[in-house]
């Protein structure tokens, strides 16, 4: 079901944006993580899921885009294909990303993200 675009402003507004369903985070995955986020999430070393506090909505559409960039630091070895967004513990939707092969230790940083609902 595809949202109108008040509508789909109006959500991710609410979710991600002003975050009234929990902070965002971001996670890194080696596959598609599936329905709920859960599958193929990035595990090892001292890796965690990252902070994204800061969304621009866009005036004219129904999207958002990521503000600056995310550091997810020590990063186990690993090739990321997706991101996971979260909002609190509740996924809310992935990302394609490059293929991008990280080494043990070193940080995946993240920019340029648009969510469109």
């Not at 971001?26 to 709920?36: E, K, L, R, V, Y």
């Not at 503000?67 to 990063?75: A, F, L, P, R, W």
């Not at 939707?93 to 080494?103: Q, R, T």
Request: a negative charge.
């Amino acid at each position: 079901m595809a949202f109108g675009t008040a509508a789909g402003r109006a959500v991710l507004e609410d979710w991600i944006v002003n975050q009234n369903h929990g902070q965002v985070s971001i996670s890194a995955h080696n596959g598609n993580p599936g329905a709920d986020g859960t599958a193929n999430e990035v595990s090892g070393g001292s890796y965690a899921r990252a902070s994204a506090p800061d969304w621009q909505l866009h005036s004219t559409d129904k999207s958002v885009s990521l503000v600056g960039n995310i550091d997810i630091t020590s990063m186990p070895e690993d090739d990321v294909t997706h991101l996971g967004i979260w909002c609190g513990e509740t996924f809310f939707v992935s990302v394609d990303c490059n293929d991008v092969s990280v080494e043990a230790g070193e940080t995946l940083r993240i920019s340029g993200i648009t969510i469109t609902a």
